[in-house]
């Protein structure tokens, strides 16, 4: 099955500093990449995803990189805010509903 | 707002006890899962199902059944609690015929088994 694995595992970054996360998986089959923020407490939800037809893909500070060839996608935050504080996660499917994550990286903005 | 509950939100039970965890979506969607989060290893597919009769293994579904009771039910059971299932649970939905493939999470069970 797909194995995904994400670093870091903690990323600590100042107020106003960018923040990026990086993923690879196993599967070239693998074409959905979504990213999920989990805060404290609460559920994940969906921030951010590519297709594997995409290269890149902004929403206002964030954006998600793919490359497919060297099989890992990155999510990038600029301007962090302490809002921004959370645990992130990638994930991989082949089919869109089956998705592996990866084991989460833990976001600190520090003020 | 259409949303995605679960019951009971903390539960401490005893190895050896069956017990059952349930999720309910007012959203409308088809395609509901269950989860297991663990700390330091992401969120981990137990079981998913299309329709009510459709219901799939997921990565790790050795210790769980899972029961698909309506469209919006979707039950996830541990025959013989086990100490090593002792984690955070979570239900989703999500609609293959929406504009996009997002899961929609509930809040999560947390599963305690002494």
């Known amino acids: 099955g797909e194995n995904v694995e994400q670093h870091p595992s903690t990323l600590s970054v100042q107020e106003g500093d960018s923040a990026v996360i990086k993923c690879t998986y196993s599967d070239s089959a693998s074409n959905y990449f979504p990213w999920y923020k989990q805060e404290l407490g609460k559920r994940p939800q969906l921030i951010i995803d590519?297709?594997?037809?995409?290269g890149e893909k902004k929403d206002q500070r964030i954006a998600v990189t793919l490359n497919k060839t060297a099989k890992h996608f990155s999510l990038h935050i600029t301007e962090t805010q302490p809002e921004d504080s959370a645990v992130y996660f990638c994930?991989?499917?082949?089919?869109?509903?089956?998705?592996?994550f990866g084991a989460g990286t833990t976001v600190t903005v520090r003020a | 707002d259409a949303d995605v509950t679960q019951t009971p939100r903390n539960r401490i039970t005893k190895t050896g006890k069956r017990i059952m965890l349930e999720c309910s979506q007012t959203?409308?969607?088809?395609?509901m899962y269950w989860y297991r989060q663990d700390p330091g290893l992401g969120l981990r597919l137990i079981y998913y199902s299309f329709d009510v009769k459709d219901i799939n293994k997921g990565e790790i579904s050795d210790g769980y059944s899972v029961s698909r009771q309506a469209q919006a039910k979707f039950s996830l059971s541990l025959e013989s609690a086990i100490p090593n299932q002792t984690a955070l649970y979570f239900c989703?939905?999500?609609?293959?015929?929406?504009?996009?493939?997002?899961?929609?999470f509930g809040p999560g069970t947390r599963l305690t088994v002494l």
């Open positions: 590519i297709r594997s037809n995409v």
């Open positions: 989703a939905t999500s609609d293959p015929g929406g504009s996009t493939d997002t899961q929609y």
């Open positions: 959203k409308g969607h088809d395609r």
């Open positions: 994930a991989a499917s082949i089919d869109d509903y089956k998705l592996s």
